[in-house]
């Protein structure tokens, strides 16, 4: 089974970026299609954007569209997560997960990450 280390959380300014990584180890990330969640406390876990198995077309989630971009390097089997202009509301732990189809619910995903903290300040 595929093992995913979620890192690049910290703590950013609101209109700042961060690029956070997920890598794979153990299985190609390419036969999965891969997802990236978050979860705020109190609240629930929320689908932010997946990358297709075939193809690496993507969607998001319309609180993300136009902020965030998720991508895949199948050389170095790391998935990305490109985040601009990023506001309080963005304070959660943001999770990498990977599965057999692409879906925005988290329960169709197998395999997930630790998780990385990333925290947005007025």
């Known amino acids: 089974q595929v093992q995913l280390v979620e890192s690049g959380g910290r703590l950013v300014q609101a209109g700042g970026s961060l690029r956070l990584s997920c890598a794979a180890s153990r299985r190609p990330l390419s036969a999965y299609a891969m997802a990236w969640f978050r979860q705020a406390p109190g609240k629930e876990r929320e689908f932010l954007a997946f990358?297709?198995?075939?193809?690496?077309?993507?969607n998001y989630a319309e609180s993300v569209k136009g902020r965030f971009t998720i991508s895949r390097d199948y050389a170095k089997n790391t998935v990305f997560l490109e985040m601009n202009s990023l506001k309080p509301d963005d304070t959660a732990v943001y999770y990498c997960?990977?599965?057999?189809?692409?879906?925005?619910?988290?329960?169709?995903?197998?395999?997930w990450g630790q998780g990385t903290q990333v925290t947005v300040s007025s």
């Open positions: 997960a990977a599965g057999r189809t692409s879906a925005t619910m988290a329960s169709s995903y197998d395999y």
């Open positions: 990358i297709s198995m075939i193809g690496g077309w993507g």
